[in-house]
């Protein structure tokens, strides 16, 4: 009997997850809209620079916190001390958010200071606030599901969305500022509520043991988070500085169009990983591959049709939800939609590099397109333009997929090879 209720749990907090991610990936689809149509092309642009700093944390935290946490939480050897883990990991998740903020804060004054980035100016406090309610909203939203408690979750998401969503279209929002203003708010009382429903207490039992464990096996994610700013991010950074800010608006309009695919990727990197765990540790590298296989068919599949019929309805789309006046950049949808398509094979490839816990594979690849971003940025986007940014991240793209599937060959090779001794 309790088989059956623990697949009907199961299956319950996959469907949930999915609502979840309808609603955010939903709920950021009409705020970047919004944006778009308060700022401005040029505003919104540079806007969409400010965020990647909350991104680039938030990939630190994905690195750091969120990758190793699913991977321990299968662990037998804590089967009985779960508990006392996460309460480990919430100390764990402060002090990063805390340590995050502060140095950011400090980042943002010395350019105030010497380099004078004329839309950060009134941002030095804002920005390392975002980056705090971002990081710890999203903690506690992750750790609900990761103990099937995704209604908690989809709650807390309601909340922030909700707010967000509701803030921005009855306030007169009209720069940057207000902008971040109202995205700190929202994410900070939804993380107090987050706290108060999780009854943590400040526990330091398996404290070492979380920070080694976090370490060793984020430490390589994390190099890549950061290495991964300077890969296809490169070509956004370097388009706005060679090109200007409408320029990065254009592509974060495509990325916004084209995201709500997200709905689907999100929702897989919310149970996926938890699942390849479980049936590795259990099963063996070899039914890894065969589920993954599985799921990335499934995918593929629905993710194909989806990304045909954005690039066909691009232009309407474009005109519907921006105006006439951004139809000109139809063709850059176009691009970015059948783009989408290689990024959803990067997914399952990754996921099984962090189950069998080779995660410098990852950093090697982000390392490779890195390289070639610097070589070839500035060529491309100087005499291609908008073009040469989508050539340049396409290209990126690429490179580390099929870097992935090399080391995963190597792997499995490896692993037979052990297997038959």
């Keep these: 009997m309790k088989k059956y209720s623990d697949l009907l749990i199961t299956h319950r907090t996959k469907g949930l997850t999915l609502i979840d991610r309808a609603v955010v990936s939903g709920g950021n689809f009409l705020s ?16 969409a620079l400010c965020w990647m700093i909350v991104l680039v944390f938030s990939g630190l935290q994905q690195a750091f916190i969120f990758s190793p946490m699913t991977t321990i939480y299968a662990y037998k050897s804590i089967e009985e001390k779960k508990y006392l883990y996460l309460n480990a990991l919430f100390i764990l998740q402060v002090l990063f958010s805390l340590v995050g903020a502060a140095f950011l804060c400090s980042t943002l004054y010395i350019d105030t200071i010497f380099i004078q980035t004329l839309y950060i100016k009134d941002l030095t406090l804002l920005i390392p606030s975002a980056v705090f309610a971002f990081t710890m909203h999203d903690f506690f939203r992750k750790k609900f599901i990761l103990i099937q408690k995704a209604h908690v979750t ?27 203003q109202i995205i700190t708010f929202s994410y900070i009382l939804s993380a107090v509520l987050g706290y108060f429903l999780s009854n943590f207490q400040m526990e330091l039992c398996l404290f070492h043991f979380t920070i080694r464990q976090h370490w ?28 200007g800010t409408a320029e990065t608006g254009i592509i974060r309009i495509a990325q916004n169009i084209i995201g709500l ?5 999100i929702a897989m990197e919310s149970y996926i990983p938890l699942s390849a765990s479980k049936i590795f540790h259990t099963h063996g590298f070899h039914a890894l591959i065969q ?23 691009s232009p309407q789309l474009i005109q519907f939800l921006y105006g006439p006046s951004y139809l000109e950049y139809a063709k850059v949808v176009q691009i970015y939609s059948l783009f989408y398509i290689l990024v959803f094979i990067s997914i399952p490839l990754r996921f099984a590099i962090k189950t069998v816990e080779q995660n410098h594979h990852i950093l090697i690849g982000y390392l490779i397109s890195t390289a070639f971003s610097f070589v070839s940025a500035n ?5 291609y333009g908008i073009y040469g940014v989508l050539v340049g991240i396409i290209t990126t793209q690429l ?12 792997y499995s090779y490896a692993h037979h090879s052990l297997s038959i001794r």
């Excluded at 509701?166 to 500022?177: A, P, Q, R």
């Excluded at 695919?261 to 990727?265: G, K, Q, R």
């Excluded at 593929?300 to 990304?307: H, Q, S």
């Design 379 to 383: 060529f491309l986007i100087t005499y």
């Design 399 to 410: 490179l580390t997929q099929l870097w992935y599937i090399y080391s995963l060959k190597n």
């Design 154 to 180: 989809f709650l807390l998401d309601l909340i922030s969305m909700g707010l967000l969503l509701g803030l921005l279209f009855s306030l007169d929002v009209t720069s940057i500022k207000d902008i971040f």
């Design 32 to 47: 970047s809209i919004l944006y778009a149509r308060l700022l401005g092309l040029k505003s919104y642009g540079a806007f």
């Design 261 to 265: 695919l997200n709905i689907l990727f």
């Design 216 to 243: 060793l096996q984020g430490k390589w994610l994390m190099a890549t988070s950061i290495v991964q700013l300077f890969s296809g991010n490169y070509f956004i950074i370097a388009a706005a500085a060679l090109l």
């Design 291 to 313: 589920y993954l296989k599985s799921v990335t068919i499934k995918g593929f599949i629905i993710t194909f049709v989806l990304c045909i019929g954005i690039a066909a309805l």
